[in-house]
């Protein structure tokens, strides 16, 4: 079992940067993918964005990248999403999750999640 925790949500202007953080607990993540998607009122769970846990390799989604950056600690057993230039439309509820089989872009092939937080971003 995988417990995941994130934090680091809230509110910001458009154009300003926020970082997300997502603790991991439970097991060792070597070889797991850890993911990170959004959802936001009256939409479907969108992915944002991945990386290996084994290899740093990652993926975004063309909505954010360039803006949007994953990066781990693996010291710590979080995975981070640094967010610049934020845009209105990035708001939603971003959650973190985790799989351990090869990458992938679709919410319903990870195994894990976390409760998400809430990013919003004013005009």
């Known amino acids: 079992q995988v417990q995941l925790v994130e934090s680091g949500g809230g509110l910001v202007q458009a154009g300003g940067s926020l970082r997300l953080s997502c603790a991991a607990s439970?097991?060792?993540?070597?070889?797991?993918?850890m993911g990170w998607f959004r959802q936001a009122p009256g939409k479907e769970r969108e992915f944002v964005g991945t990386?290996?846990?084994?290899?740093?390799?990652?993926a975004y989604a063309d909505s954010v990248k360039g803006r949007f950056i994953i990066s781990k600690n693996n010291a710590k057993n979080t995975v981070y999403l640094q967010m610049n230039s934020l845009k209105p439309e990035d708001t939603a509820i971003y959650y973190c999750?985790?799989?351990?089989?090869?990458?992938?872009?679709?919410?319903?092939?990870?195994?894990?999640w976390g409760q998400g937080t809430q990013v919003t971003v004013s005009s």
């Open positions: 999750a985790a799989r351990d089989r090869y990458l992938s872009r679709r919410s319903s092939e990870y195994d894990y």
């Open positions: 439970g097991r060792t993540l070597s070889g797991y993918y």
């Open positions: 990386i290996s846990w084994s290899s740093d390799t990652t």
